[in-house]
């Protein structure tokens, strides 16, 4: 099969490897129908993920067919269309059953797909603890509805989730590229009063506005202000999910005392957490990752009409051509917010 192989920092290729066996009896084998390209396949290419592994199929955001099952497998059988989650887990360790499955104990729990074990930038992927990481797509879902589920969607609803957002509240969110799009809609559905999303570029700031236009939406150099000028002298949520230079510092800053500062991007650098010049502020921080577990829930929302993340995917390849999406997502070229890869070689 053609998979996209992570050679060595700043180099990935596409190769012929073979298909992928079972290994365990929880394993469940995929065929790949769509894939996409994450910020994370980046950080990966750039060397910014230790952990990844060279020779290793990237892709992490991915739904398919599934194609052979363990037999140990219960949730799913061969010809179901799934979505594969980005973590592995276990569902039985201490931190699986308290809902952190991002910490799940396995030697491959968390983040492992495309990052630490063979991913789906490929024709076919091998899923372990298949139970856990694959879901159902309803009938009246398409793989394209379905893509963003297993990672930027699943991002955004546990980002929301945990924010603890009320309708009295005023959100802010930080960064409007895909996973700070799948956020906001997900923040949506918690119904608070005001949702401010700051982001640089023009083309997203756009997007924002022609997409949700109840939403506000400022620049950067005006996002600081525009906080201090509501009427409890800040948001009372803010997600932080840019992961740009100086966004960790606005976040804490367009806060009000006593709010909460989710931060769910992903830093190439340690961040300062300047303590003496937030004392008194009682902020409250919840740090990522994802705990993707959600994925139900999330698809059943889809079903129902409540999220659609399609608009989102701006661009489609072939994995033949896989090397022009990612040109063209790492460049940010031509208004880009998503990249779909067409698995089917």
Not at 84 to 96: A, D, K, L, M, S
Not at 228 to 247: H, N, P, S
Request: aromatic fraction near 6%; hydrophobic fraction near 35%.
């Amino acid at each position: 099969m053609k998979a996209y192989t992570y050679i060595e920092k700043g180099r990935f290729e596409l190769l012929d490897k073979p298909k992928p066996e079972l290994l365990d009896p929880k394993d469940a084998i995929v065929r790949i129908t769509l894939s996409s390209i994450c910020s994370s396949d980046l950080h990966i290419k750039h060397g910014s993920v230790p952990r990844s592994v060279p020779g290793i199929t990237v892709g992490h955001e991915m739904v398919g067919v599934v194609e052979q099952v363990g037999s140990e497998v219960e949730n799913v059988s061969p010809g179901d269309r799934v979505t594969v989650n980005v973590e592995t887990f276990c569902g039985e360790c201490f931190f699986c059953k308290r809902g952190y499955v991002n910490n799940c104990t396995d030697p491959n729990g968390g983040w492992a797909l495309g990052c630490r074990i063979d991913g789906g930038q490929a024709e076919y992927v091998r899923v372990p603890y298949a139970d856990q990481g694959l879901n159902r797509i309803p009938d009246v879902v398409s793989d394209k509805q379905a893509l963003l589920v297993g990672d930027v969607l699943a991002t955004g609803f546990w980002a929301a989730r945990i924010s603890e957002i009320k309708e009295d509240d005023t959100v802010l969110i930080i960064g409007a590229g895909p996973t700070g799009l799948c956020t906001l809609q997900c923040v949506m559905l918690k119904n608070p009063k005001k949702i401010i999303v700051c982001e640089a570029s023009s083309v997203r700031r756009a997007f924002v506005q022609h997409h949700y236009p109840t939403v506000q939406v400022v620049t950067p150099e005006e996002c600081l202000s525009t906080a201090q000028g509501l009427e409890r002298g800040g948001a009372d949520v803010v997600i932080e999910v840019a992961g740009a230079e100086g966004t960790f510092e606005l976040a804490w800053k367009t806060a009000r005392p006593n709010a909460i500062v989710t931060v769910v991007a992903l830093y190439d650098r340690a961040q300062v957490l300047p303590l003496p010049d937030m004392y008194g502020k009682n902020l409250t921080f919840k740090t990522g990752g994802v705990d993707g577990c959600d994925c139900a829930e999330i698809l059943s929302l889809i079903e129902e009409g409540k999220i659609d993340t399609t608009p989102l995917i701006t661009h489609s390849f072939p994995l033949s051509r896989i090397e022009d999406g990612y040109k063209v997502f790492e460049n940010k070229e031509d208004g880009v917010i998503k990249v779909a890869i067409d698995n089917r070689y």
